[in-house]
């Protein structure tokens, strides 16, 4: 190959290293552009995200947490988005472990954002609607709107978490009896107690703890113990 056609040739494969090396820095500055502008968005949609979770959402968990001995709330950062996660423990008047959750997210766009509440109950023995979503508009949500949808989700899951304390297929095996008046009593429910000699008794009602409380004696067999093993016992000779 005379140098004439060496040199041309180095120039043609030369022209196109520069073209390939123009669009890698083409598409690289393309990416930069698209991820500086998919930041900036997302800036944007935590921005007007964050004060709607922090002063609507976020207390009206903490508000259903408060309302329950055995819940606790837990607030987390997702890595777009913010949730509230409320958990409720299994105790003798729920015997199922059970949660509630609000979580407010976004795309990675910031173009759309959304909410979504979660319930979940374990055991599952009875029918439970788990998820609910709603699209909303940021950065100028519908704050009234939002506060209503997450309030009809509030209440939808208590009135679905106090059926547990009913449920007979969670209350199974839990019944105890009222030594009074003999009522089987759902273990939960009975909120009327009283210790006797080392026993706890359950009541349907104050009527029969008062009852009971007036001659504990008679309603636990104390009374009938007593009277076949004091002095008398086997008559006189």
Request: glycine share 6%.
């Amino acid at each position: 190959m005379t140098t004439d056609h060496a040199d041309g040739l180095g120039a043609r494969l030369r022209e196109r290293l520069r073209a390939a090396q123009a669009e890698r820095d083409a598409a690289a500055a393309s990416v930069e552009r698209a991820m500086r502008e998919r930041l900036e968005a997302e800036a944007r949609s935590s921005a007007a995200a964050e004060p709607l979770y922090r002063n609507v959402i976020r207390p009206m968990c903490e508000t259903l947490a408060g309302q329950f001995e055995n819940a606790i709330c837990e607030h987390v950062r997702l890595p777009r988005g913010f949730a509230t996660h409320c958990r409720f423990a299994h105790t003798a008047r729920f015997p199922a472990t059970a949660k509630f959750s609000v979580a407010l997210q976004w795309d990675e766009d910031g173009y759309h954002a959304w909410l979504v509440a979660d319930r979940d109950v374990v055991p599952v023995l009875m029918p439970f609607d788990a998820t609910d979503r709603l699209e909303i508009t940021l950065p100028a949500p519908d704050e009234p709107a939002i506060r209503t949808w997450v309030e009809a989700r509030i209440v939808a899951f208590v009135d679905a978490y106090l059926q547990i304390e009913r449920n007979p297929s969670y209350q199974h095996g839990r019944a105890v009896t009222d030594p009074v008046c003999g009522m089987q009593v759902p273990g939960g429910l009975a909120a009327h107690t009283a210790d006797y000699q080392g026993t706890s008794y359950r009541f349907c009602s104050a009527v029969c703890q008062a009852r009971f409380a007036a001659d504990p004696a008679l309603y636990t067999g104390a009374s009938a113990r007593a009277s076949t093993s004091g002095p008398g016992k086997g008559g006189a000779s």
